[in-house]
């Protein structure tokens, strides 16, 4: 298995307060995302990294923050969790060959409950 | 944004029976990779394409890059109650894109 580690893998959390869930892998790839998963919508990208302190948003950025600053970590952050922030989110991981992307690996999700 | 459409959206076979999904695009990729997830789990890599026309198995599982580079298949034969799941498509535009899903198939094994 890829070493990806999500943190934690559940949370309740109410309504107005901020939210940090972490990612971390020990296989020194350059790209990390992070996903969000619901129900009639598959896998949803929120935000990706293509290296240290290189991030961009993906479709369903609102609402959300993340930092990468070393390669081994990648962090979102819900600023003011709602409770349409309810869902289950995934961090992936791939490296890069040349101009060739490689397939993601993904962590073991980490379900988060805004009351 | 762009997306990649993804059929069917779900399945419902008998054990024993052959499963085709496809997905395509309305742009070139230059890597396909079909996932499969089951409940409570991360996706799980099952087959990563990177050559237009290439075809690769894994056991019982094939997948093909579409020589237009738009599209790719899935195919699984002799299914058996554990490939029940939901199955992704994917894909990379290029090396410093994001990775596009498709909204997945539902694959059910009716007794």
């Known amino acids: 298995d890829a070493g990806i580690t999500q943190s934690p893998r559940h949370k309740v959390t109410e309504t107005g307060t901020p939210v940090t869930l972490r990612c971390h892998q020990t296989?020194?790839?350059?790209?990390m995302y992070w996903y969000r998963q619901d129900p009639g919508h598959g896998l949803r990208l929120i935000h990706y990294?293509?290296?240290?302190?290189?991030?961009d948003k993906g479709e369903v950025s609102d609402g959300y923050s993340v930092s990468r600053s070393k390669t081994e970590d990648f962090l979102l952050t819900l600023e003011s969790a709602t409770s349409s922030q309810t869902s289950v989110y995934f961090c992936a991981i791939s490296s890069g060959t040349g101009l060739v992307n490689t397939e993601a690996f993904f962590g073991q999700g980490t379900r988060l409950t805004v009351v | 944004g762009q997306q990649l459409n993804q059929s069917p959206q779900s399945m419902f076979i008998q054990e024993g029976e052959d499963v085709s999904m496809n997905c395509t695009s309305s742009s070139i990729f230059n890597t396909w990779l079909w996932y499969k997830q089951d409940p409570g789990e991360g996706p799980v890599l099952l087959i990563a394409?990177?050559?237009?026309?290439e075809l690769t198995s894994n056991g019982r599982l094939t997948a093909q890059f579409g020589i237009t580079r738009k599209d790719s298949f899935l195919n699984i034969s002799a299914s058996i109650p554990s490939d029940v799941g939901i199955y992704f498509c994917?894909?990379?535009?290029?090396?410093?894109?994001?990775?596009?899903f498709g909204k997945g198939t539902r694959l059910h094994i009716l007794p």
């Open positions: 994917a894909g990379h535009r290029n090396r410093d894109d994001k990775i596009i």
């Open positions: 394409l990177y050559k237009a026309g």
């Open positions: 990294s293509y290296g240290v302190k290189d991030t």
């Open positions: 296989e020194n790839h350059r790209y």
